[in-house]
């Protein structure tokens, strides 16, 4: 068990569903909580509901800029749980080009972009905890979500292989299909 009272954790796509029920239940066992996501609005409700310390930051994980930015604002914490993404299914019957790309983009990209902004803190500093969120599609095996599968696999491969050599405890969250809206929060 992790001791989390004291703890300062940056939660990116959190201003509803996953990341707020997470939000709600990291505040309530003493950790300080910064949210991000692209609505304001949304983030400020959230936070207004949160016991102890939390406050928010707007990011857009699909603009590099948004993303060191906030980083920056942000500043030093001891983790980041990312929950940022989309997806809409789709087959080669139904392709949508956009969306594909809006996936790859906000769910793969995001991730890296959030990692390349913590990751030199927790380097310095020795130590941190990164958690990436994802699907059941990267279990062939339990969901048949096909185009969403190599992005669950490079992400667990990236955070759980690259991260572990440099001190940063890694893990991975997967959950089954969440009802919300189909646009990156």
Known sequence: MREWSGKRYWLVGAS????????????????????????QDKLDALVSELPGNASSQVVDVSDSASVETAAHVVGDVDG???LAGVYWPMTSQNWGASRAEAMADINFTGAIRVMGSVMPMMQERGSGHLVITGS???????C???????RQRQVRWLWQKACTRICVAVGSMCSSPIRGSSRHV
């Open 144 to 150: 048949p979500a096909q185009l969403a599968m190599p």
């Open 16 to 39: 509803e569903g996953l990341g707020a029920a997470l939000a709600h239940q990291l505040a309530r066992a003493g950790v300080e909580v910064i949210v991000s996501a692209r609505s």
């Open 136 to 142: 059941l599609s990267g279990f062939p095996w339990l």
């Open 80 to 82: 980041v749980v990312f």
